[in-house]
């Protein structure tokens, strides 16, 4: 059902660690080709390039800080379509919590680097890819939103969750844009995944985030793979502008 990803060219965002690394995986896996981006996990990057290449696929590493110099992902979009020879997906992934801080210790270095990351390189990255994909009649673009996003964040986080919250209004303002263009936009919204993004958790708190899931458990990177895949295939062909949410019941849209 997912064969129409093959030949597919893939640029995933952060894809040296976690969900990043387990799409890339996945796409790699069902014969997309794919071009890995990372800040500065080199090794581990190299790791996923590794373990794709061991099974037969290809896979590309463009290395670039989008925190400090978020207008780089242009680069990172064009040396992705030199590698691949075009663009047909991306997965808007790069993100980070950059650091727990409350409302009233915030300053303007704190907000650019949060916004820059999670919400200006997914901006600036949609736009250059979207020539690209027009080139090949069309294409998808995946974006990378939150819980936070909808619940406003746990304490500390209340920055993170405001642009998660942006990206998820943004995906469906670019799914209005580009849907004449043929370039789907759709996100997930993942809830607490076993990712290196919580090592600024604190254990008592993903205790009680892991309480807070129905499913009594934590994500793992692999479960969001299915839904990204689906939005990025030929399965989700009249779907645009979502946000799927991945939380194994510990928010509902709509809530």
């Not at 209005?176 to 708190?205: C, E, Q, W, Y």
């Not at 009594?216 to 979502?242: H, K, N, W």
């Amino acid at each position: 059902m997912l064969d129409d990803l093959q030949a597919k060219l893939v640029l995933i965002t952060g894809a040296s660690t976690g969900i990043g690394a387990a799409v890339a995986q996945a796409f790699a896996a069902h014969g997309a080709r794919v071009a890995l981006h990372y800040n500065s996990s080199r090794d581990a990057a190299q790791a996923v390039a590794d373990l794709i290449g061991a099974d037969g696929g290809e896979a590309h590493l463009i290395q670039a800080d989008l925190m400090n110099a978020p207008e780089s992902v242009r680069d990172v979009v064009a040396e992705a379509a030199r590698k691949l020879g075009g663009l047909d997906i991306l997965v808007n992934n790069a993100g980070a919590l950059v650091a727990r801080k409350l409302l009233m210790e915030w300053d303007d270095g704190f907000y650019d680097n949060v916004l820059d990351l999670n919400l200006r390189s997914v901006i600036i990255g949609t736009q250059a890819a979207v020539p690209l994909m027009e080139a090949r009649g069309g294409g998808a673009v995946i974006n990378l939103g939150s819980i936070a996003g909808s619940n406003g964040g746990g304490p500390g986080s209340g920055l993170y969750a405001t642009a998660k919250a942006a990206v998820h209004n943004l995906t469906r303002h670019m799914a209005t844009d580009l849907a004449k263009k043929n370039i789907r936009v759709n996100a997930i919204a993942p809830g607490v995944i076993g990712t290196p993004f919580h090592t600024l958790t604190p254990a008592d708190r993903m205790e009680a985030m892991r309480n807070s899931v129905p499913m009594g458990r934590i994500g793992a990177p692999e479960d969001c793979v299915g839904p990204v895949l689906f939005l990025a295939s030929a399965m989700s062909g009249y779907v645009t502008g979502q946000v799927l949410h991945v939380n194994g019941g510990q928010y509902y849209a709509g809530q």
